[in-house]
């Protein structure tokens, strides 16, 4: 081995490396965190962990807390009307006066999904350490930053020592070569990986998205595909930092004061050209078609011009077991071509899609269409930064002469915390993350596809193939 | 439990997630599969049978724990009455979280898996012991298999010990980072 192999790093050694605080042979090495974002459902918990053990907050100025997963998306004047989550979100605004923590309240236009405003404040980049209890903190991933998702008593860790004790993962690089066709979205391309990858593929690793496509993507598009990596069971995915990145970054308000100095830096951390990594496996562009979940995880997803699989053509016991479950609970026969299968309802938002890029794919498509009387659309923007961006597009007169309803920011029905659920057997078509049975609401059926896609399923009433889309 | 992908949706459905204490999450466990809407038991789901309903070690297959970062999964297992969960993989953050609230994960081949449903089907009352000093899996018919845990979880779990009084032992190292 050459020198320059041995001295050769990856991206993320690299930021391994520049966060250790303490490690011991055997034990779990303590690692430096450099961002710490809070919202309102996993932190009380850890919050009255330190006030029980009289411990402050170490670095208020190096956490910032926002509230999204259960906030209603309308009527935003009134007080949340259900009062267990008006508790949780008080419960937070006090929780950060009192430990002196910058907090994005309801009214303020700054408020939005976690993974949204992180980026879009320029919170998020390129070399940090970034963590969330949530598991989409790998969105952000996407700027070059090692990002996961935690539980709460390692929120309560965070908050109390600005570290947390951890195992170093191993790198896994997922290398997407050529290029996409027309219509194919970065959506496609995270949910064709993890298909190929399966739920638990990515267990133990921290992937590397390489390779001339993903090197093409926009940095939003970059965050889709970093959002949906903990789906294939990897804790976080990264995107070595370019010029996209930087330009991307350049003049947010919390963008570094002297930024040329901080893109010097930055330029440092992308992975050497001999680096290796543990694992590699390469994919092609060419390969990738528009892309919809057929069952409860986001594995069981197949090409929008194929049909729903037969769970007897699986070798794998455990995974043919799954497949018949999954099929019951989406109450769908094998062999009904996808673009058969007809859609109650059209959700377009959540962390994975709902950025100003998203919204602008869904309004070509539906420009000069209706919704079908019979499905009910609605599109909830990330943050109300990106709600105020696209209203000044006219994106939003798009959405509402179509019959979609133009909602406030927050998770929404990507998880159904709030009241926007699915009733029991209503079908789906989501731009969100998750097809997990009830995810969206009890017995609710969820597909997973990309936001262009979504917004066809409203004007059709059905799955279609958004490359033969008459857009107008 | 013989399901590959449990998710925490699963274990802890999203409408119990808004409760601000760490305890009575256990009455929620797997409660869209335990009750009919109607709030009657659903017979056939394995923690409405005998052995489900006083268990305190359960198996499941790969993958247990996928998805969300909700430590309200390991928080509704362990008020539930589980102290051990056995399964050929978990979820990561899932797993983490299993020992900052007392639970142990186990982590066993697929084919000794199999044996323990097998062995389970086959007898009446059967029980499965896990002795965490000795990092063993026991039956009461002859069973004996090994599992690991890496040290300092062992250790931790072991002692009941708080990580954070451990990490701030290397408070004066934070400091020195900051200062860097």
Redo the contacts between chains.
């Keep these: 081995m050459s020198p320059a192999a041995r001295s050769a790093r990856t991206l993320f050694e690299k930021i391994w490396a520049a966060h250790l605080?303490?490690h011991e042979e055997?034990?779990?090495t303590?690692l430096?965190i450099d961002r710490h974002l809070v919202h309102e459902?996993?932190s009380?918990?850890a919050f009255?962990g330190l006030r029980l053990?009289g411990?402050r907050v170490?670095r208020p100025d190096l956490t910032t807390a926002t509230c999204d997963?259960?906030v209603p998306t309308t009527d935003r004047q009134l007080p949340i009307a259900?009062p267990?989550?008006r508790?949780?979100v008080d419960?937070l605004r006090r929780n950060c006066q009192e430990f002196d923590i910058q907090f994005f309240d309801l009214n303020d236009p700054r408020q939005g999904i976690v993974h949204v405003i992180g980026p879009e404040l320029g919170l998020t980049q390129p070399g940090m350490t970034i963590v969330c209890?949530?598991?989409h903190?790998s969105t952000h991933g996407a700027f070059g930053a090692l990002a996961?998702?935690?539980?709460?008593?390692?929120v309560?860790?965070v908050l109390?020592?600005?570290?947390l004790?951890q195992?170093r993962p191993k790198t896994l690089e997922l290398r997407v070569d050529g290029q996409l066709g027309p219509g194919v979205t970065a959506k496609d391309v995270v949910l064709y990986l993890i298909g190929r990858l399966t739920?638990?593929g990515g267990?133990?690793f921290v992937v590397e998205y390489t390779g001339d496509v993903i090197r093409r993507l926009t940095m939003e598009q970059r965050m889709t595909v970093c959002n949906m990596t903990i789906e294939a069971?990897a804790?976080a995915g990264m995107i070595g930092p370019d010029q996209t990145t930087y330009d991307y970054l350049r003049g947010r308000p919390f963008a570094p004061k002297d930024f040329d100095a901080a893109v010097a830096r930055w330029e440092q951390l992308p992975t050497d050209p001999e680096a290796r990594y543990d694992r590699s496996r390469v994919f092609s562009g060419a390969d990738v078609v528009p892309q919809v979940t057929w069952g409860t995880?986001p594995s069981q997803v197949v090409s929008v011009n194929e049909s729903v699989p037969d769970p007897d053509g699986l070798s794998d016991e455990?995974?043919r077991?799954?497949a018949v479950?999954a099929l019951e609970y989406m109450g769908l026969v094998p062999g009904t071509p996808m673009c058969d299968i007809e859609v109650d309802r059209v959700f377009i938002g959540s962390c994975t899609n709902s950025r100003i890029e998203d919204l602008r794919a869904a309004a070509a498509v539906v420009r000069g269409y209706r919704r079908l009387d019979r499905v009910n659309a609605m599109v909830v923007p990330g943050s109300g930064l990106v709600k105020q961006q696209a209203e000044s597009e006219g994106i939003d007169r798009v959405f509402r002469d179509a019959g979609f309803e133009w909602r406030d920011a927050g998770c929404s029905m990507c998880?159904?915390?709030n009241p926007d659920q699915l009733a029991?057997h209503e079908r789906c078509a989501s731009t969100s993350n998750?097809n997990?049975?009830?995810?969206q609401g009890?017995r609710g059926r969820t597909h997973l596809v990309s936001p262009a896609m979504a917004a066809a399923a409203a004007i059709d009433g059905h799955f279609v193939d958004i490359r033969q889309w008459n857009y107008r | 439990m013989d399901r590959s992908d449990v998710d925490t949706d699963q274990i802890i459905p999203k409408q119990f997630l808004k409760r601000i204490e760490r305890t009575g999450f256990g009455q929620y466990l797997f409660f869209d599969w335990r009750f009919d809407e109607d709030g009657s038991e659903r017979p056939e789901f394995e923690l409405n049978t005998k052995a489900g309903r006083r268990g305190t070690v359960l198996v499941a297959r790969r993958n247990f724990g996928c998805g969300s970062s909700r430590e309200h999964a390991a928080w509704a297992l362990a008020d539930y009455g589980f102290r051990v969960l056995i399964a050929p993989s978990f979820a990561d953050i899932f797993y983490n979280n299993c020992f900052k609230n007392g639970v142990l994960p186990i982590t066993l081949e697929e084919h000794e898996i199999e044996q323990l449903f097998d062995r389970c089907e086959r007898h009446a009352d059967y029980q499965v012991t896990a002795d965490l000093e000795a990092c063993r899996v026991t039956d009461q018919h002859g069973l004996s298999l090994e599992f690991e845990v890496d040290s300092s979880r062992h250790h931790c779990l072991l002692h009941g010990l708080d990580d954070i009084d451990m990490t701030l032992e290397h408070e004066h190292k934070i400091a020195a980072y900051e200062a860097r």
């Design positions: 605080v303490h055997g034990r779990q303590i430096y459902v996993t009380p918990q009255e053990a411990r170490r997963h259960n259900d267990i989550a508790q949780q419960t209890g949530d598991s903190t996961f998702g935690i539980g709460t008593s390692e309560e860790h109390a020592t600005q570290t004790l195992q739920t638990s267990a133990g069971g804790r995880n455990a995974d077991k799954t479950r998880l159904g915390m029991p998750r997990f049975e009830g995810r009890r």
